[in-house]
């Protein structure tokens, strides 16, 4: 039976309650549904107005401007408020799941070189994996990088060598993803379980709350009501005893599967500059950032630029989530393109290209102690040839 609930037949109910009570389900749905002008004006006559104390409404109720764009600030701030927050849940869902299928390739690139590349053996590599949450990749890699300048290790061990650390980092990068993924996911639907909160829908419509609750629990009866109904319509089964209280639920999970409503976000200042900011979100996105730093600059992507970002939601911002998916979307996932990845990172690097050449450096040592002699004749003042007989 709930499968023959939709978003439309929870749309067509709600657009077919009396305005009262379709404000007051739009408002517990206020991430999934917008509230009208006609509706917005209902709720500004229907506020009380704090001078008539005492005696009988006025028959012509004259709605002012001011009470207007009270009420439509209040909806627009608590519109943007669960919007963004259910967007930022869905960026951060779907960066994780490509971030991991993109760690699971290069684990398969690495792994696959080991096997066949180098002739590693198969129970050597499971040992490697099994290994990699005890593994500390930064002595081991400034070792191997020693050996090198030392001539004490061939290219080929070395890159074997870099492989497995790769691996084992890659490994438990991936355990990260997995976790703030799950954890996401579980936020992703507390959001979506939660309607609007009744102190901020009293926010919002500016009535007490008593007539409030009254409110609420009459027109979301009547809502139930009529889905019930409009689903027996459909189907000869009947519903079981509890099914208001399940329907309420079954409405909120499938207006969550609804697509997320994607918002224009500005730069926010996050790592100084545009330009510094998408390199540092391409290293964080291939897993090259480093450990120590990468799961600091994923707060800084959640919680927004500011410091002040946990404490208000004004200054958090989706800019850098948004670019993140950009990047994301631009990396080229084919085992192939991944394979030559993994090479690239491992290969050491030239001792040809680190040596400079002597004449190449010359002129520099030149010029710094020109400049120093500069100095200090600036300092010193210049002698002159009399006071030296």
Known sequence: MTALLT????????????IQGRIMLKLLLLQHFDITEEEITHIAADRPDPRCVAGSKPIHQVVKQDALRDVTSRRDEYRRR??????????????????????????????????TQYKVDAAAVTAL?????????????????????????????????????????????????RKRFELSEREWKSINAAPLQDHEIGHIWGIPAGSLAARKVKHLHQYLQAVQNSLQRSSAKDLPATAPLDLWKETLAVLGERPVERSIAQYDGLERTEDALVEKLRTFAWGTLGEDLEGKFWLSLVHGASSNAVHSENTRSLFG???LMAVLSEIDTSPDALEQEMVTRTTPISKESLALPDEAAQPVVEEVGQMKQHVLTSFMGELHDDLRR
């Open 7 to 18: 978003p439309e037949l929870i749309a067509s109910t709600i657009e077919q309650a009396p």
């Open 82 to 115: 669960v919007r963004l927050r259910r967007e930022r849940l869905w960026l951060q869902m779907e960066a994780m799941k490509r971030m991991i299928t993109l760690a699971e390739g290069l684990i398969r690139a690495g792994s696959d070189l080991l096997l």
């Open 129 to 177: 994996k099994q290994e990699a949450r005890a593994a500390v990749p930064k002595p081991a890699i400034r070792l191997l990088n020693r050996r090198w300048d030392e001539d004490d290790i061939s290219a080929e061990a070395y890159q074997e060598a870099r492989l497995g650390l790769e691996v084992q980092t890659q490994l438990r990068l991936l355990d990260k993803y």
């Open 321 to 323: 989530l948004q670019r």
